[in-house]
């Protein structure tokens, strides 16, 4: 079982629409959560991160940690054309290991 | 500031030929790590390091070595190259006051490697 999963897509949405995005862990020495954004033949760079349980919000971009599930996600709100990337889950553990997950790709259409 | 730097950006590879893909970072950062990424696939890490001196092996090290003599530079090496190392490899390096809560990592542009 691998320690991030996390559903690969793609999933597209109409622009305007709220974006859905989860993933879930195993391991529960993971303290740190985060969200990345990549662009296509770019490095990810960072959205989001958080480190206790709740929402934390950003703009449009909204982050929720559920410790007790080990459940992490994201949404954004009001999409646009521009949020069109690969969005990757990232965790770590109190040994400094930085762990992401697939990522799902995310296609917003006019 | 450069930030992360990588190279080469692209190589092509023999099978069983060896190669060092060089990573440098000038923020200071006591983190820093070496993630490959097969299309469309997530990133995986192959080796991280919390400083100077000090690695671990990530989810998939076979066929990779590293080492970090200084705070700035954390190369993986390469030693037989096989058709399955063909990816992309980004290097990354994040600061961490208290151990594993280390902020914002920041990455390179990547290496694209093709080993035939």
């Known amino acids: 079982q691998k320690e991030v999963e996390q559903d690969p897509g793609p999933l597209s949405v109409p622009e305007g629409a709220i974006v859905s995005l989860n993933c879930t862990y195993s391991n529960s020495a993971f303290q740190y959560f985060m969200w990345y954004r990549q662009y296509s033949r770019k490095g990810p760079e960072l959205l989001m991160y958080?480190?206790?349980?709740g929402n934390k919000e950003d703009g449009r971009f909204t982050a929720q940690v559920d410790k007790s599930s080990k459940y992490i996600s994201l949404f954004i709100r009001d999409s646009q054309p521009s949020d069109s990337a690969t969005y990757l889950c990232a965790m770590t553990d109190s040994w400094g290991k930085l762990q992401f997950g697939a990522g799902t790709q995310v296609v917003v259409t006019p | 500031n450069a930030g992360v730097t990588q190279t080469p950006k692209f190589r092509i590879l023999k099978i069983g030929q060896s190669m060092t893909l060089q990573c440098t970072q000038d923020m200071n950062h006591n983190y820093m790590y070496w993630y490959r990424q097969d299309p469309g696939m997530g990133l995986k890490l192959i080796y991280y390091?919390?400083?100077?001196?000090?690695?671990d092996k990530g989810e998939v090290p076979n066929g990779y070595n590293v080492s970090r003599s200084t705070t700035e530079d954390f190369p993986l090496r390469l030693e037989l190259a096989a058709p399955s190392q063909t990816s992309v490899y980004f290097c990354a390096s994040s600061y961490s006051q208290d151990r594993g809560l280390s902020t914002e990592a920041f990455f390179g542009q990547g290496t694209r490697l093709t080993v035939v």
């Open positions: 958080t480190y206790s349980s």
């Open positions: 390091s919390v400083g100077a001196g000090i690695t």
